[in-house]
């Protein structure tokens, strides 16, 4: 299996997590998306016509968006369960996790922070404000719905599951980008639990190939 993946991706980082959690081998293939290399003609038409990160190849399968990534492997690769099969679990897993992809990464990431910046116009302090206000409004969110249905020492029991390998990589970028997250205890106790989790900690962006500092 080949995963096409950029260190700093927080959705790279969901499928390395999802990866790692189910002991599956894999080869890196990096793309700088710094440098516009998910663009290129090459990734576009023969591995991810959406030309973003991530992307696996899997035998003759070749799949983009993290999220379909994960319940593809999941459907393949079925222990651990990281979407459990019970209906009410399986929808509080599905609730939170595109809370975070559908409400939260979307308006945040590279292209749409770029987009700001370079063809509106916006400089720096207003381009931060504006992240800080996503992550606020999104963490929020995070936050009161695992006050009302979380439980166990992960977000949804005492396993991670695809709510926790969304949570992460959002956590980890919010802080890189300087917000405070004190206001969100019981998202940052998942976290504090992850940074001491062999999976969470093997997928970490300073463990890939192509790690810059």
């Known amino acids: ?6 260190f700093n991706s927080s959705t790279s980082y969901r499928v390395r997590i999802a990866l790692a959690l189910k ?9 700088n998306i710094r440098a516009g ?3 290129a003609g090459a990734y576009v038409d023969e591995v991810n016509p959406s030309a973003t990160v991530p992307a696996i190849v ?27 099969q019970d209906m009410e679990a399986r929808a509080r897993v599905l609730e939170l996790s595109m809370l975070i992809s559908c409400d939260i990464h979307p308006v945040n ?6 987009y700001l910046q ?7 302090e207003q381009k931060d404000a ?10 929020a969110g995070v936050e009161r719905l695992l006050a009302k249905h979380g439980h166990g020492s992960w977000c949804f ?37 992850a940074k001491a989790h062999p999976a969470f900690l093997a997928a970490a962006p300073n463990r890939q190939p192509d790690y810059t500092a």
């Open 58 to 84: 899997d035998g003759g399968v070749a799949l983009g968006q993290s999220i379909a990534i994960i319940d593809y492997l999941d459907a393949k690769y079925p222990e651990p369960r990281l979407v459990p």
């Open 118 to 124: 370079g063809t509106l116009g916006l400089n720096a």
């Open 109 to 114: 990431n590279l292209r749409v922070l770029k």
């Open 130 to 139: 504006w992240y800080r206000h996503w992550i606020d409004e999104g963490m």
């Open 157 to 193: 029991g005492d396993a991670p599951t695809l709510a926790d390998i969304c949570l992460v990589p959002q956590i980890a970028n919010a802080q890189r980008m300087g917000c405070d997250m004190s206001a969100y205890p019981r998202a940052m106790a998942v976290f504090a639990l």
């Open 1 to 6: 299996m080949q995963l096409y993946s950029f």
């Open 37 to 39: 290399e998910h663009r």
């Open 23 to 31: 002991g599956l081998a894999f080869d890196t293939i990096p793309v």
